[in-house]
């Protein structure tokens, strides 16, 4: 096994295109079974179509060589916020089933063997769980569709669901995967690096507008150009981290570039750093304008001043990311850290790379700084507050 490694002062930098735009991935499976479960898959790293799109899914039913041609939605991919269909249809023999009597139930997968009930319909009658209550319907699009719409898309939304359909005698799953757009961002706190047990490192995240990333998420990101020399947990309880520049520092020179992974470890007793995953914001950060640097007390009333309130750390990289905010300016974030965003490198602001560039953690009492502030959606943000100066984007 690699040797923890070392503390490193560098920056993570994201190089590359933007996130790619995730596509569906068939056709569709069909079994011999007299109830026929036909799901689309809503995320792939193959079979790649443009985006926008509907693919045309040529399925087969196995006993009887009936051919069913069902369109599988193009886009496939939200965000937060945002609206999703997640595809699934099934067969049945009408003569020999009474359609009311054919239960239709979608899960989420938590852990391997582990599900959590999102949605369950018997006849007319339909029930929604925990988070999903008033944000989850069927779409109901003819006979055998059983496709879930998901309104109100969150972070905790992602990952794999099991949609499951059941008569009197027989039944048959299929999964689909929900993916986001969005962005990894590494975190440890004020303590410093490998403080964080996998507990706290899920907290730590919330806090900061994110979640803890899982690995294809963090793979996509090295495939990027995320490069990083602190292992940090995930949300699966693994631990792992991405190097693209292989350097003595980060688990020596000659091993090969790819995501380093130190495998499951003991949530409670070994401590890590975090990656952290957040997608769009509802709402706009933005650097405000003061006549003089402020102290983080300061910044906090001045953003409270101003109808919002001091962003986090989540929330600065989603409008880098996402909303293309640049600003050659360090100012306060609320977990007391100093970093500020560069979607275009310049000369004097801190490097060649695009990325946000992390200052640490000052004294909050005795160091002054500038400050970057959240405001909801549908709240304006004034000009003056803006400032006007330097590329705003957002």
């Known amino acids: 096994a690699l040797p923890p490694p070392r503390p490193w002062g560098g920056r993570w930098v994201l190089r590359g295109p933007a996130l790619p735009q995730m596509r569906p991935r068939g056709p569709w499976a069909a079994g011999p079974a007299a109830l026929l479960l036909l799901t689309g898959v809503l995320a792939s790293d193959a079979l790649l179509t443009t985006r926008g799109r509907k693919k045309v899914v040529h399925v087969m039913e196995g006993d009887s060589g009936a051919v069913v041609v069902q369109t599988a939605p193009g886009k496939v991919v939200t965000h937060r916020g945002g609206t999703i269909i997640l595809p699934c249809r099934y067969h049945y023999d009408v003569s020999a089933h009474d359609p009311a009597e054919i239960r ?54 992602y990952g794999r669901y099991e949609c499951e359909v059941t008569n009197e005698l027989e039944d048959d799953t299929g999964m689909v995967k929900l993916d986001l757009e969005g962005v990894i961002f590494p975190y440890h706190p004020r303590l410093g690096r490998y403080t964080l047990n996998f507990h706290e490192a899920q907290q730590a995240c919330l806090e900061q507008d994110g979640i803890l990333a899982s690995h294809d998420q963090l793979h996509q990101a090295w495939l990027e150009g995320m490069d990083w020399c602190n292992a940090g947990w995930l949300e699966d309880g693994s631990v792992q981290y991405p190097i693209s520049r292989p350097r003595e520092e980060c688990g020596r020179k000659d091993t090969p570039v790819g995501v380093r992974n130190y495998g499951y470890r003991h949530k ?9 995953f957040t997608s769009n914001l509802n709402g706009k950060v933005y650097f405000l304008k003061t006549y003089r640097k402020l102290s983080y007390a300061e910044a906090v009333q001045a953003c409270k001043n101003n109808g919002a309130a001091v962003a986090k750390v989540g929330q600065l990289y989603a409008a880098w990311k996402i909303q293309l905010l640049d600003r050659c300016e360090a100012g306060w974030l609320e977990d007391g850290s100093i970093r500020y965003p560069i979607v275009n490198p310049r000369a004097r602001c801190g490097g060649q790379e695009p990325g946000v560039r992390n200052l640490g953690f000052p004294d909050k009492k005795y160091k002054l700084f500038g400050v970057y502030c959240f405001k909801k959606a549908g709240e304006a943000v004034s000009e003056k507050a803006l400032g006007g100066g330097h590329p705003n984007r957002v």
């Open 104 to 157: 239709l139930k979608w899960t989420k997968v938590t852990e391997p063997m582990a599900f959590v009930d999102v949605f369950v319909a018997l006849g007319k009658a339909r029930r929604a769980f925990g988070s999903y209550r008033g944000r989850t319907a069927l779409q109901e699009d003819g006979f055998g569709d059983a496709s879930l719409i998901i309104r109100n898309v969150t972070l905790q939304d």
């Open 268 to 276: 409670e007793s070994e401590h890590y750093d975090a990656f952290c």
